[in-house]
């Protein structure tokens, strides 16, 4: 295949992943929940700086630099709107997203040849679960970008360093004078240049790791098929070209990672793997009881302490052991597969089978049993797993649904023109066998059904449950001539107000302070059976009155729940407490339990 023919297919496949996430992004009601996060992330580097709040925080910061990036990029073209923060989350992972096209084409090509790269990067565009990730707004589309670069270059180590043509069922697109079943050049085979396409993979690695830890197993995975290829005489390769390889992989992790944790002091080991895996350290030293831990003016009716934590406690209904945790495993990769291209790679793997292995198709086996494995073990030890975790398994196994669904093709038209004509099956079979390249026009047709079978959960409007923190959003961004500032329980109307937004765990803080105007929640949440339920009712009898609810109980479907915007009155609740305000027992906060450390 001419390489502008993998450039027009690649200009279309982009044209078709921007056009999917534009229309998934603009039906989709808010973010996720954790793209507020990244949002607050971003929202701190634009007040206080890049340095200091990375410095500070823990969570990892490639996406949420990203996002501030885009940020600054928005207002500079179209000027600061109320919602442009949301703009920028749902841009920011769209853009990579879309971005992820091409590795993973390119990857595929190098795997299953051009025509089934096509169909599998085709499948990839609009795959539910990866079309979604940038209406979500967070940082798995970058961890993925970032991972298919790694992904695709460290394949292209392996392929270059054998010197053959990808799978022997499908000719490279820079070997077109080899036969069908694919010939190896045993002079080839140790290509000194092969090492350095390890440069950019310990790039992409660091860079993924900078996002998600989930790249992690992929670097497992390369250590193992290095030294599994080692133990196998046919395909070792000299301790010089082996050191070189490793080198080079080291340099391009180095190159990333050294000047991050020498910018946030990060020297320790200890510190580092904290750093990478997004874990605060427990602080050293007790903190200090707060004023809220030790005034009875923070006590509820019955002296029960008031509680400031940032999510409603429930009952937990994760399932933990490995036995719960394969079932679980197994349900998450059919959603992340799409169910109808997950059973067309079981197909598609299966007819692969009967191919010659190459280093690097075995590499690609090697991951995909070792992320398998990681999944399940988490799965059995948080009793949590989501469909989003497991699309670097996607990633691996689209070259095998796009070649499933090439073979499933051929073979219905086969059949289809021996009902018609059992004189002309025989030479249609020969001719596809001869000549991969040759699909016919009823593969091609399964390939747009099987596509077209996804856009009915792709399209849906995500989050349609949250309406009523979108209106509320809405409402404030229109109520600005009142000003002041806004304490949310959720966050949601932060990205769509235009005003300064709180966290509720710092209320404490913020609850006397003048310039606070609204206070947004949830209906339900004051109606729970716990002390932070008890705790808002408190605060919206001593200091709140109701000004606004969304959606409108006439307009509101089952599913969505109703947010209610409450007017704020701090010299009320400023006098409150100074009229309740009496030291505890002596000794009775002794007992308050002090965080020693966030793990987020």
Not at 112 to 131: D, I, Q, R
Not at 385 to 394: D, E, I, K, N
Not at 429 to 455: D, H, T, Y
Not at 515 to 542: C, F, H, N, Q
Request: a positive charge; one cysteine or more; aromatic letters at 10%.
């Amino acid at each position: 295949m001419k390489r502008s023919r993998h450039i027009l297919a690649i200009v279309g496949l982009l044209g078709l992943s921007c056009l999917v996430q534009t229309v998934v992004v603009r039906r989709a009601t808010t973010t996720a929940l954790d793209g507020v996060r990244f949002a607050r992330y971003a929202q701190e580097i634009d007040e206080q700086g890049l340095l200091p709040t990375v410095r500070a925080q823990w969570e990892q910061p490639l996406f949420p630099v990203w996002v501030w990036v885009v940020h600054e990029g928005l207002e500079s073209l179209v000027g600061n709107s109320p919602s442009i923060w949301a703009t920028s989350v749902q841009s920011a992972a769209a853009a990579a997203s879309v971005l992820s096209v091409i590795p993973l084409y390119l990857l595929l090509v190098r795997l299953v040849g051009a025509p089934a790269a096509l169909a599998g990067t085709l499948f990839y565009c609009l795959l539910p679960e990866v079309s979604r990730l940038g209406a979500d707004g967070i940082s798995d589309s970058t961890h993925l970008l970032f991972f298919c670069v790694a992904f695709w270059a460290t394949v292209e180590y392996f392929w270059r360093r054998e010197g053959r043509a990808g799978r022997s069922v499908c000719p490279d697109m820079d070997s077109p004078g080899e036969n069908a079943r694919g010939s190896r050049d045993i002079a080839t085979r140790y290509a000194p240049g092969a090492s350095f396409w390890l440069l950019p993979t310990g790039v992409a690695m660091a860079l993924a790791l900078l996002t998600r830890a989930e790249v992690l197993v992929l670097a497992l995975a390369f250590w193992v098929g290095l030294c599994a290829f080692q133990l196998v005489p046919r395909r070792r390769q000299s301790w010089t070209g082996l050191g070189t390889a490793l080198a080079c992989w080291m340099l391009g992790l180095a190159a990333v990672l050294g000047p991050y944790f020498a910018s946030v002091g990060a020297l320790q080991p200890q510190s580092a793997l904290a750093r990478v895996l997004g874990r605060r350290q427990p602080k050293p030293v007790s903190a200090a009881p707060t004023m809220a831990e030790t005034t009875t003016a923070w006590r509820l009716a019955d002296g029960e302490r008031t509680s400031f934590a940032e999510k409603e406690p429930g009952i937990s209904i994760r399932r933990r052991g490995y036995a719960a945790a394969v079932s679980q495993f197994v349900r998450k990769l059919s959603d992340a597969f799409g169910y109808w291209i997950g059973a067309l790679a079981l197909f598609g793997a299966w007819r692969l089978r009967r191919s010659r292995v190459s280093i690097s198709e075995r590499f690609v086996q090697i991951f995909f049993v070792l992320y398998s494995l990681a999944a399940i073990a988490f799965a059995a030890a948080e009793g949590y797993l989501a469909p989003r975790h497991l699309l670097p398994l996607v990633v691996a196994g689209m070259g095998a649904a796009g070649y499933g669904t090439l073979e499933l093709g051929r073979e219905v038209t086969a059949w289809y023109v021996a009902r018609r004509n059992p004189l002309d099956a025989w030479p249609v079979l020969q001719a596809a066998k001869r000549s991969p390249r040759c699909q016919p026009v009823g593969a091609w047709i399964l390939v747009l059904l099987a596509a077209a079978a996804c856009l009915p959960q792709t399209l849906i409007r995500h989050h349609s449950s949250r309406l009523g923190h979108r209106g509320a959003g809405e409402w404030l961004a229109g109520h600005k001539v009142a000003g002041g500032t806004v304490l949310d329980t959720q966050g949601w109307t932060g990205l769509y107000s235009g005003r300064h937004t709180y966290r509720y765990t710092q209320g404490p803080a913020v609850l006397s302070d003048p310039e606070l105007a609204y206070l947004v929640m949830e209906k339900r949440e004051p109606g729970y059976d716990s002390a932070r339920s008890r705790t808002l009712a408190w605060l919206i009898e001593v200091a709140a009155r109701p000004v606004a609810e969304f959606p409108q109980p006439s307009a509101r479907r089952p599913n969505q729940q109703a947010v209610v915007v409450y007017q704020w009155a701090p010299e009320r609740f400023a006098r409150h407490l100074a009229a309740e305000t009496a030291p505890f027992p002596v000794g009775e906060y002794e007992h308050v339990r002090v965080d020693r450390g966030v793990r987020r």
